[in-house]
Nanobody, 117 residues
């Protein structure tokens, strides 16, 4: 069973930055994509950013502020978040989709990001 371990959340002031990391507990040789979702209180979980071997995808409100990257050798995905604002406050979840005959989705436990003065 693959586990995704997240780190890097916390409290930051508006305009500040945070970097989230997510590492898979073992090598996965058929990763289709890795990404980050977030869920604010009372709202549905939404895609923030995702990365495949040849593309990246961002939710409109984070374009130009967030950057997703991936280190395949370390089974790790990162989310650099700059120019944070209170609307970015949420629990952020790491996501991994593998494709080995069929799609299998894995989730991290979530890390809290709070943007407040």
């Amino acid at each position: 069973q693959v586990q995704l371990v997240e780190s890097g959340g916390g409290l930051v002031q508006p305009g500040g930055s945070l970097r989230l990391s997510c590492t898979a507990s073992k090598n996965i040789y058929s990763v289709y994509s890795m990404g980050w979702y977030r869920q604010a209180p009372g709202k549905q979980r939404e895609l923030v950013a995702a990365i495949t071997d040849d593309s990246t995808n961002y939710e409109d409100s984070v374009k130009g502020r967030f950057t997703i990257s991936r280190d395949n050798a370390k089974n790790t995905v990162y989310l650099q978040m700059d120019s944070l604002n209170p609307e970015d406050t949420a629990v952020y979840y790491c996501n991994l989709i593998s494709l080995d005959g069929s799609f299998v989705t894995y989730w991290g436990q979530g890390t809290q990001v709070t943007v407040s003065s």
